[in-house]
């Protein structure tokens, strides 16, 4: 009998350590599938924000992004950005951008931005925008077409 109950406690130990590395397992992957879903959503939050008329421009209209372009333009909105911190986002603020840098800046009207003072974490996540499709766009000819598209998928 006292075998037996050995055999038992073993096993009960034996099924409570397994137990607990699944629970560690189980909790490892909700933070996973957190992490997941917080990226998911920063990205379908990038892509509706991304003003695609920027390649609108007579720059980019009917030719193919380069490696060089794709980088040149990710470091330009983050020099912009850094250059915005302590400005608070008016449509005067927005018409003088206008007038000063030819891109499309109406991802500024959006609640996020407009009538709000420019924070570093707001810059950050402004010059984001651009390394979330950055890659993706390498190899693509901006047709008026494509921008279309993309505007389209990104309602």
């Known amino acids: 009998m006292k075998h ?11 099924t409570e350590l397994e137990l607990q590395d699944v629970s560690i397992n189980l909790n490892r992957t909700a933070e996973d599938l ?7 959503a920063h990205c379908n939050e990038t892509s509706q924000r991304w003003d695609w008329d920027l390649f609108s421009l007579d ?17 330009s909105w983050d020099d912009i ?20 840098d030819e891109r499309p800046w109406s991802m500024l009207y959006t609640d996020r931005y407009l009538n709000k003072v420019f924070t570093r974490e707001m810059a950050e996540s402004f010059s984001t925008m651009w390394d979330g499709i950055n890659e993706k766009l390498v190899g693509v000819t901006m ?6 598209l993309l505007k389209y998928v990104s309602k």
């Open 59 to 75: 720059m980019y209209v009917n030719k193919t992004i380069s490696p060089e372009v794709s980088e040149q333009l990710r470091s």
């Open 81 to 100: 950005a850094e250059m915005m911190i302590g400005f608070t986002i008016t449509d005067q603020f927005i018409t003088f951008l206008k007038h000063i």
């Open 143 to 148: 047709t008026e077409k494509t921008i279309e």
């Open 4 to 14: 037996t109950l050995n055999q038992t406690l073993r096993k009960l130990n034996t």
């Open 34 to 40: 957190q992490t997941a879903l917080e990226q998911h």
